[in-house]
Nanobody
């Protein structure tokens, strides 16, 4: 079993900041990509940011320059620093981890966290 647990959501005023954390644990050999996704009411889940095990990052255009993704490989943890938040950033934020369980098999798995609510008031 693999657990992915997010924390750090909450209510913040527009222009404010929040930092989300996500830790993966369990039957993991190695983690490749870790990413943050979000889903607003009535909308599809969308990618916010992703980071590889080597530290390469990719961001949605809507958050570039405001959000920063980082990770601590030793702790299997990924972070999302969110600055200059806007009401349109309001959503449930989900963390995803892509990992292998057994070395040499090439089999990849993905586990999702339960989500954390981020609400930005105007």
């Amino acid at each position: 079993q693999v657990q992915v647990v997010e924390s750090g959501g909450g209510l913040v005023q527009a222009g404010g900041s929040l930092k989300l954390s996500c830790a993966a644990s369990g039957s993991i050999f190695s983690i490749n990509d870790m990413g943050w996704y979000r889903q607003a009411p009535g909308k599809q889940r969308e990618l916010v940011a992703v980071i590889t095990s080597g530290g390469s990052t990719n961001y949605a255009d809507s958050v570039k320059g405001r959000f920063t993704i980082s990770r601590d490989n030793a702790k299997n943890t990924v972070y999302l620093q969110m600055n200059s938040l806007k009401p349109e950033d309001t959503a449930v934020y989900y963390c995803a981890a892509d990992y292998t369980r057994v070395p040499g098999t090439g089999l990849m798995y993905r586990s999702w966290g339960q989500g954390t609510q981020v609400t930005v008031s105007s």
